[in-house]
């Protein structure tokens, strides 16, 4: 049997005690782990519970830092890197960054989040977490107080955000009130906790704009910020001017490649073949159960191609986006199973804008935007996130069943787009045309993360780029650059992602013979860690 040295089992001591504190001080982060005992939890979100942590994280990083990295191999070593990354990450947008005190966002999403989690997991079965649910319901008030008093100087962007997924969590609470009641073995509490809660929404979105705002562009990072993000998240080492650079290539590469494909398909310009293709589709029903046929299509190809393999349990739902995500992104999402629970369910957000519209030239111009969805479900579900994340979630390691490294995750999934279409997965006429536009629109992300967290791209400058360069509508840019601001480097992981899987593909398949299926298998089982770390020793 073989002895585990005595820096891996220091290291695995401290990374388990350091989740456990972290999973008290944050109960509603446990619980979405799948951690039940959570449920009916919410921490208190004080300045004291925030700086507890700061000084948590750093003595942790500090003491996992002075383990030899030399001890550590394989596995071990990589969920040594991980955690590194997890805790460096952390660090910086706890302290240095510290996003608690200027975007409005982290606390009221929190708490909206703390119940829409719980009601999704158990739709099925709401008595089960309603106690908890009105456990949360009661915390809110507080919760979102404390919230409202740490805040300092927020970026006005994100106050604006804030207001919007306040007035969505309302909107929420009030549409699942009957169900709730119905559920509960207190009904007559459930109407005051709802609207003490709804009411704690509306003061938290008050007071947060009463705030001195901090400056418009204060959500931009920095370029050497942004390079140890890229070291951390995506396992690169590049400039901030090299990255950018690239995704210029990109643009230009694929461009022509968009180019050449409309007019193999008979049309002049790329626009030209894909607004006609989408102004004559017709999706014959309401999109949401277009997606849910879809994906149910494509998870019987996968099976039947033997693409990868699907493991036993997973299931996987297709949900409307609720009123407080919407405009978080612009067509659709996903939602991943609880890393540590038992019933390994995801959840495949469609995002139908249409919804929201008074007018029928809007609405239709809204649905087009979703043609080319089976690309989207591919990319969502099936060989995608979904099945990406059922495989992490069994791996033996529960530490690595934490990681997301956007690189990994969003990589696969654009490897799975190309492998669509190329495989024909996908067969309708338009669909490499469509991938490539999706891909180029990845580019211009590449362009765009660079500008807006250097400084040199205003929110509205960077919305221009996606309306000029892939026609988007004015709200699918402005929603596409909203998560862009919170979320630096993770928009320009996709296609670089992409093109590391590309590389080790042709090193593995091409070069040593591996089959497909062996291949994405053999990808899919380290969980979502940058592929740069993944093939270190291999």
């Not at 009411?199 to 008050?206: I, L, V």
């Not at 409309?262 to 626009?271: P, Q, S, V």
């Not at 277009?290 to 191609?305: D, F, P």
């Not at 042709?506 to 740069?532: C, E, I």
Request: with cysteine; aromatic share 10%; hydrophobic share 40%.
């Amino acid at each position: 049997m073989k002895r585990t040295n005595r820096s891996v089992a220091a290291f695995r001591s401290l990374a388990k005690d350091f989740l456990e504190r972290s999973n008290e001080r944050f109960p509603e982060n446990a619980s979405r782990q799948g951690l039940a005992e959570f449920n009916a939890r919410l921490g208190k979100n004080d300045a004291a519970t925030h700086l507890l942590h700061n000084k948590d994280v750093a003595f942790t990083l500090e003491t996992v830092e002075s383990l030899p990295a030399s001890e550590f191999y394989g596995d071990d070593w990589l969920d040594r890197r991980g955690f590194l990354s997890m805790l460096r990450v952390d660090q910086l947008f706890s302290h240095d960054l510290p996003r608690w005190r200027d975007n409005p966002q982290v606390s009221c999403d929190a708490a909206v989040e703390s119940i829409f989690d719980l009601v999704v997991r158990h739709s099925e079965n709401l008595a089960s977490v309603a106690p908890a649910i009105e456990s949360r319901l009661a915390h809110i008030p507080d919760f979102l107080a404390a919230g409202a008093a740490n805040i300092r100087k927020p970026v006005p962007l994100w106050t604006q955000l804030a207001a919007k997924a306040c007035q969505g969590a309302t909107e929420f609470l009030s549409q699942i009130e009957a169900e709730l009641t119905a559920s509960s073995c207190n009904p007559q509490k459930i109407g005051p906790l709802i609207s003490a809660a709804c009411r704690a929404f509306e003061n938290y979105a008050e007071a947060v704009a009463k705030k001195p705002q901090g400056p418009a562009g204060g959500f931009a990072i920095g370029h050497g910020r942004f390079e140890f993000l890229m070291r951390e998240r995506l396992g690169l080492e590049l400039s901030l001017p090299e990255v950018r650079a690239e995704g210029f290539k990109l643009v230009a590469q694929l461009t022509q490649e968009v180019a050449q494909e409309a007019r193999r398909l008979g049309y002049r310009h790329a626009r030209e073949a894909l607004d006609e293709g989408a102004s004559t589709w017709d999706p014959g029903a309401p999109l949401i159960d277009v997606y849910r046929s879809t994906t149910e299509a494509l998870n019987h190809a996968v099976r039947k191609l033997g693409i990868a393999s699907i493991p036993a349990g997973e299931t996987l739902k297709v949900l409307p986006a609720p009123a407080f995500l919407r405009h978080q992104f612009p067509t659709a999402a996903y939602s991943a199973p609880p890393p540590y629970s038992k019933k390994q369910q995801g959840i495949f957000w469609v995002n139908d804008l249409s919804l929201g519209q008074t007018s029928n030239a809007k609405r239709q111009a809204e649905i087009r935007q979703h043609f080319g969805l089976e690309l989207t479900c591919i990319h969502e579900a099936y060989p995608g996130h979904h099945l990406q994340f059922a495989v992490q979630n069994r791996h033996s390691s529960k530490l690595r069943r934490l990681f997301a490294h956007s690189i990994f995750y969003e990589g696969w999934t654009m490897w799975c787009e190309k492998q669509a279409v190329e495989s024909g997965l996908v067969s309708h006429p338009a669909a490499r045309l469509i991938q490539l536009h999706d891909a180029l629109w990845r580019a211009y992300r590449i362009v765009i993360d660079c500008g807006l967290h250097s400084g040199e791209l205003s929110h509205a400058a960077a919305a221009k780029v996606l309306m000029d360069g892939v026609g988007f509508t004015r709200a699918r840019a402005a929603g596409d650059v909203n998560w862009y601001t919170s979320s630096p480097t993770v928009p320009m992981s996709y296609l670089l992602g992409r093109l590391e899987v590309e590389k080790l593909h042709k090193r593995f398949v091409q070069n040593q013979g591996w089959t497909l299926r062996q291949f994405n298998d053999w990808m899919l089982s380290h969980g979502a860690l940058p592929y740069a770390w993944i093939v270190r020793d291999t």
